[in-house]
């Protein structure tokens, strides 16, 4: 099956792994909007219109079904998505929302994420009794791009961004952007052992599993990937060395122009 993914950066590389792990065998174009990095601190308005754009793009393409491997568009534009492309939408808020089970929850996300209380109105819908506090972290995008992920830096942020949940017993924490988990070995050092860790991308790689298995007999018996594409609107340069560092693949990248529809180069 043919696999269409986005984010704005690398921060969709965490979803790709989990899929790639789980669901082996596939196609997969993925699209970083590199030129519009980060999403998370801009306005409805211009996420609605990134999501209108890759979608109309994606609906260009030949794909199977589609990933919203961004929380900050699965927040504001899901519908937007979903509107533009005929084929399966899986997203991770929906996703990780409807597999919740502590009775005190905390999310990590954007500031646009947090604003729209999309993880705190999805939980609720599913578990209505559950206490959720979400905790915008401006500074985690940037510095995750730039590799600076150990430094006392990000590990001040971390510790400003934590405080507030930890001081409400939670006892689990989404990571609500897709960013995050690149940074898994920090925020757990810093977790007592009674949080757990939730990464959306599992609870997505398996309703999408589910649903591969469900259309294609045979799969999954071989772990070898059938096709890996990369597709930036800006830094064509860079991009190889972060997908290598992060993903271990040396993948074809090529540079897109989203306004021109369904235009590679
Ligand atoms: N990784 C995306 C998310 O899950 C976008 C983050 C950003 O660009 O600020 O929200």
Not at 151 to 175: G, H, V
Request: aromatic content about 8%; some cysteine; charged content about 20%.
């Amino acid at each position: 099956m043919r696999l269409g993914l986005f984010d704005s950066g690398i921060g969709g590389f965490t979803v790709l792994k989990k899929v790639m792990e789980l669901c082996p065998n596939n196609s997969i174009m993925y699209l970083a909007d590199t030129a519009r990095l980060p999403y998370g601190v801009k306005s409805n308005n211009e996420i609605v219109q990134i999501a209108e754009e890759i979608s109309t793009w994606f609906s260009y393409q030949k794909i199977d079904a589609f990933l919203v491997s961004c929380n900050t568009t699965n927040a504001i534009a899901l519908d937007v998505i979903k509107k533009n492309l005929d084929v399966p939408v899986f997203d991770l808020i929906g996703s990780a929302s409807s597999i919740i089970k502590e009775p005190r929850v905390g999310v990590l996300a954007t500031p646009s994420t947090v604003k729209t209380k999309a993880y705190t109105n999805a939980i609720l819908e599913c578990h209505p009794k559950t206490f959720v506090i979400e905790q915008p972290c401006p500074e985690f995008v940037p510095m995750i791009e730039m590799g600076n992920i150990d430094s006392d830096e990000i590990t001040n942020a971390a510790i400003r961004y934590l405080q507030p949940l930890l001081k409400e017993n939670i006892y689990s924490l989404i990571l609500g952007c897709s960013h995050y988990p690149l940074i898994t070995p920090l925020l757990t050092k810093m977790l007592p052992s009674n949080v757990k860790l939730i990464d959306p991308a599992e609870a997505l790689s398996l309703k999408l599993k589910l649903f591969l298995d469900s259309k294609v007999s045979n799969y999954s018996k071989k772990k070898n990937l059938v096709d890996l594409k990369f597709y930036v609107t800006s830094n064509l340069k860079n991009f190889p060395n972060k997908a290598n560092y992060w993903l271990n693949v040396f993948p074809e990248v090529n540079l897109v122009s989203l306004q021109k529809k369904g235009c590679v180069s």
